[in-house]
């Protein structure tokens, strides 16, 4: 019998997330190497974490298919960008618990597959990386929905090994190229977004928590560019952390209204 579903206020189960990991690359691995499971193996193994049971995976509610539906919610799990999930969200909110995953994947190795052979290559450290600043600004695209009671947001910080085709347009077929998969390695954190105190405490550095600022401040003490700070306070201004409040300038003013 599969225990029960994690409690999405606990401490970072890191020794279950990596038995999983295991266990799922190992049978789906078995005997058929890289390329011939089904669902993509983040999406997979987050699933699993999150709720073993797999009667309450993929159920069918309000004309739509939810990850995970049990006696506390639901659970959505998404690895790519957030605005297809816009419409099921927007059924799901009214009368439901939903809690959003979206992991951010915080160190990564990257391997190249041949599609003509399938060899793949030896695994390369990858420079990039993503953070929680990612995070929220992927928030941009799920704004309107930050403001319900009912959203909770979970980013797991991952390290995976990426699995790349060689199929792009460049002499060596990297720039252009299609991501096959990403294998989970290990789970470091789990950052929790379950009030507009939490996105303050994580977003809105302390300097501007007592003053009116404009974009270009916010720019300057969250280190980010002028673009990925409109994002980040539009974000802060839905999730119930911030509001407009007159101009300076041409430049729109910002306040802390917690």
């Known amino acids: 019998m599969p225990s029960s579903a994690i409690d999405l206020t606990a401490v970072v189960d890191r020794p279950k997330f990596l038995l999983i990991c295991y266990r799922q690359n190992t049978e789906k691995n078995e005997g058929n190497g890289i390329g011939t499971f089904n669902e993509k193996r983040i999406h997979s193994v987050l699933k699993e974490y999150f709720d073993p049971d ?6 069918p509610y309000k004309g739509y298919i939810a990850d995970i539906k049990n006696g506390d919610g639901i659970i959505e799990i998404q690895t790519s960008a957030l605005n297809p999930l816009y419409a099921k969200l927007s059924a799901f909110l009214p009368d439901s618990r939903v809690t959003l995953v979206h992991p951010l994947i915080a160190e990564k190795s990257v391997s190249w597959i041949d599609p003509a052979t399938g060899n793949i290559s030896p695994r390369r450290t990858s420079p990039k990386h993503e953070t929680a600043f990612d995070g929220l600004i992927e928030l ?38 299609h991501r096959y998969d990403r294998i989970p390695v290990q789970l470091f954190d789990i950052i929790s977004l379950d009030s507009p105190e939490d996105y303050m405490r994580l977003y809105l550095p302390d300097p501007l928590r007592s003053k009116e600022f404009t974009t270009s401040d916010y720019a300057s003490e969250a280190h980010a560019g002028k673009h990925a700070a409109y994002y980040a306070l539009t974000v802060l201004t839905f999730a119930g952390v911030l509001e407009k409040c007159g101009k300076r300038g041409n430049n729109i003013l910002y306040k802390c209204i917690l």
Do not use: M
């Not at 797999?54 to 159920?59: F, I, W, Y």
């Not at 799920?142 to 460049?170: T, V």
């Open 54 to 59: 797999t009667s309450h995976h993929e159920v």
């Open 140 to 177: 941009y695209n799920i704004r309107s929905h930050l403001g319900s009671g009912n959203l909770k947001i979970r980013f797991p910080l991952i390290e995976a090994d990426e699995y790349r085709l060689k199929d792009g347009w460049s002499r060596d077929k990297k720039k252009g190229s």
